[in-house]
């Protein structure tokens, strides 16, 4: 996945504790703790199931776009996808193929909700500072293969859960190939879902009732955050869902039990990833991540190193990420996100449209703005010493 999208000074912000206690309210009703409790049992999702694919997922070797791996893994998805239509959209970009594989069960029944997961892998480990390590792709196992897998482990349970919306499940290439400075070909970040969405038509985007990503969700350590931008309905929906199984610190889960800090709703980190196309246009979506790999840090650790192997993730961290998206969609909480006025999407469009266009000048503004204001700081201090000096002097002489 991804980058940042400011400076770490901008990144985290506290928000005040949202009402997760309380309801939330869908255009299917409002949910409470009660009634995700009541359909707890009924979740089929198998962390283990989805942990084998995350390995045959990593044995492929580098899921670069246009390599074998790549094309074996669209194969084997598309094979795994029994009762969906599967279809492969292919788009040209700069000489490159860049292939997005999206799969819909229920086709022009009701809203629709979409489920989406980079499939590609980073062909440099840039964040590796041995020169002979940082050329190698990434293996994988969390920064993509996560991601996939829980989409494949949904895949097999959602044609029994009986929804009465149309679900899309979109697999996206090249997400990951942005910035590369040496030794490959750099596309832009999150490529293959900006032309999905730019592919939609508006009917699509005015019928889309809520996406998903899910991205880096596997790390054994699990410490998942909101992410900015983001739809805040989904956002409250996720703290719901996350502390009704377990994930929340200081949160009574359905059994009673206090929950673990799989999931840190107070804070927010902001990420460019698949989700962010997909809201310029006005459709609500979140980036369901975890930045925090094998570091406290955000976007340090294993991320982008050879570090991102199969022993870093666990079964127990995709059961629970699979669990939360599983229950949304039982319990009618995705397909029932309510739109905003269109009047508040133009605006919000627009927007995010200026933010994604001045990330780096914004960062580096700031950066500059912090340097400038140093220099000031200390020239100002260099005149206050020198004049206290005279000061001082002139007052001796007297
Ligand atoms: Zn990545």
Request: with cysteine.
């Amino acid at each position: 996945m991804m980058r940042r999208v400011l400076t770490a000074i901008a990144l985290i912000l506290i928000l005040p504790i949202a009402s997760s206690d309380g309801e939330i309210h869908t255009t299917n009703g409002i949910i409470t703790h009660d009634i995700l409790c009541s359909q707890i049992d009924e979740l089929q999702f198998d962390g283990e199931r989805a942990n084998q694919s995350v390995a045959y997922q990593v044995g492929l070797g580098p899921r670069i776009p246009q390599s074998n791996a790549s094309s074996i893994l669209r194969t084997s998805i598309s094979e795994n996808l029994t009762g969906w239509q599967v279809q492969n959209q292919s788009h040209q970009l700069d000489g490159l193929e860049i292939v997005n594989l999206e799969a819909t069960l229920n086709a022009g029944a009701g809203k629709i909700v979409v489920l989406m997961a980079h499939y590609d892998t980073r062909q440099v480990s840039d964040q590796e500072e041995d020169s002979n390590l940082s050329i190698l792709p990434v293996p994988g196992a969390n920064d993509g293969a996560s991601g996939v897998a829980v989409l494949l482990e949904l895949a097999r349970h959602i044609p029994a859960m009986n929804l009465s919306h149309e679900i899309r499940l979109v697999f996206t290439d090249v997400e990951d190939q942005g910035d590369i400075a040496s030794g490959g070909v750099s596309i832009p970040w999150a490529s293959g879902s900006r032309l999905w969405t730019e592919n939609l038509t508006v009917g699509e985007i005015e019928n889309i009732s809520s996406l998903i990503v899910v991205d880096m969700v596997g790390d054994s350590n699990l410490t998942l955050t909101r992410t900015s931008p983001g739809n805040e309905t989904m956002w409250q929906a996720v703290e719901m869902l996350s502390a009704s199984l377990g994930m929340v610190a200081d949160k009574e889960d359905c059994n009673g039990d206090n929950g673990s800090g799989q999931m840190d709703t107070s804070t927010t980190i902001g990420i460019l990833d698949d989700h962010t196309y997909p809201i310029s246009v006005g459709i609500p979506a979140i980036d369901i991540i975890d930045v925090k790999y094998g570091s406290d840090e955000v976007l340090a650790g294993h991320w982008h190193t050879q570090n991102d192997s199969i022993d870093k993730v666990s079964a127990q961290s995709l059961q629970s990420v699979g669990h939360l998206v599983e229950l949304g969609l039982r319990a009618q909480v995705w397909s029932g996100i309510s739109e905003p006025p269109s009047h508040e999407i133009e605006e919000e469009q627009k927007l995010i449209t200026d933010d994604i266009a001045e990330i780096e000048a914004k960062s580096l503004d700031m950066e500059s703005a912090v340097v400038g204001s140093l220099i000031i700081f200390m020239l100002f201090a260099t005149i206050a010493a020198v004049a206290s000096v005279i000061f001082a002097e002139s007052e001796g002489e007297l």
